[in-house]
């Protein structure tokens, strides 16, 4: 196990991505029965905690497909991906990028020929940006990369390993589903599309169709007000603007440093403050 617990991080570049905040978020999480991660994107923090009971969920489909090709059918992904990064080209890009244009051909895919996809145009689009258009076909373009890395077959093992031999509960779905049977000493960790930051930029809520706009943000803080209520603690990132300070006062805020790009395109990285809510003292 222990040899695969180094390989345990992300196989998804993913917006958001919390590898760089672990040392600021696994040692705040408390004691806890069941871990519940809604958003869980990129799932950094459930595979830096590795817990042994735990909800995951997300309602990006192709996403929660693929975590559960990797469990299920991790030789057969890491044999499809192989193919994809012999076949690399700009034209092959835009060749599977197409498959989706045509919803019957694409529902006749298997759901590991759809993990082998949606990875391959992970790691190889423009920074790894996910991003569908009003008819939910992916549309982001073709990265700029030398040698970008499309399958690392000892991580998808990992993660393989850990998700088998553990009791994770993958879901697809709003995330208010996915707690719908949560008990008190149950710990939630929320990541969810950030709420721009005051300067204008963006970049970080264009996740899906549905955006996540003031007034889901506001339903999300009823939620963690009832989990409070339910006695599950909770633990919540966002961006450190006032609408989301304002929201949470009643709770402890704690700022963080992550690097994140400024724009989508410019590549350049600083730093920006990020808000850790919790709803007990750290
Ligand atoms: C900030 S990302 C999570 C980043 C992740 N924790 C990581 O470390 O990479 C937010 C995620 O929430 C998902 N999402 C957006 N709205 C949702 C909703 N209403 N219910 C469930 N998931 C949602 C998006 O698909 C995205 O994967």
Same mark, same amino acid.
């Given at each position: ?31 806890? &029965? =069941? ?23 997300? /309602? #990006?489909?192709? +996403? ?8 299920? #059918?991790?030789?057969? +992904?890491?044999? +499809?991906?192989? %193919?994809? !990064? ?18 019957? &051909? ?6 590991? %020929?759809?993990?082998? !996809? ?28 030398? #040698? ?6 000892? $991580?998808?093992? *990992? ?18 589903? *996915? ?26 809520? %264009?996740? &899906?169709?549905?955006? /996540?706009?003031?007034?889901? %943000? ?40 992550? !690097? $994140? #790009? ?6 350049? =990285? ?5 808000? +850790? ?6």
């Amino acid at each position: 196990m222990e040899e695969f617990e180094e390989k345990l991080s992300p196989v998804f570049k993913w917006g958001g991505g919390k590898r760089q905040l672990l040392t600021e978020i696994l040692p705040k999480i408390p004691p806890h &029965t =069941r871990y519940y991660e809604p958003f869980i994107g990129g799932a950094a923090v459930l595979l830096g905690l590795k817990p042994e009971y735990a909800v995951i969920n997300d /309602f #990006n489909e192709e +996403l929660v497909n693929t975590y559960k090709v990797i469990r299920d #059918n991790p030789e057969e +992904l890491i044999q +499809l991906l192989e %193919q994809h !990064r012999e076949n690399n080209s700009v034209d092959y890009f835009y060749e599977i990028r197409a498959w989706d244009r045509n919803p019957e &051909t694409y529902a006749l895919l298997s759901n590991i %020929q759809k993990a082998a !996809r949606t990875l391959y145009l992970n790691r190889t689009c423009f920074n790894g940006l996910y991003r569908v258009n009003s008819h939910g076909f992916f549309n982001t373009p073709c990265g700029k990369y030398k #040698n970008p890395e499309i399958v690392n077959a000892e $991580r998808i093992r *990992a993660i393989h390993e850990y998700l088998s031999s553990n009791r994770i509960d993958i879901r697809c779905g709003d995330y208010k589903e *996915a707690l719908k049977y949560i008990r008190p000493g149950a710990f939630v960790y929320f990541d969810p599309p950030y709420m721009p930051p005051e300067n204008g930029d963006d970049t970080f809520t %264009q996740y &899906t169709v549905d955006g /996540f706009d003031e007034e889901r %943000q506001k339903e999300l803080k009823a939620v963690c007000d009832r989990l409070t209520a339910k006695g599950v603690k909770f633990m919540l990132s966002n961006s450190c603007c006032g609408f989301i300070k304002e929201l949470y006062k009643d709770y402890h805020i704690e700022i963080v440093q992550a !690097r $994140r #790009n400024i724009s989508a395109d410019s590549g350049k =990285r600083i730093l920006i403050d990020e808000v +850790l809510v919790t709803n007990y003292e750290v």
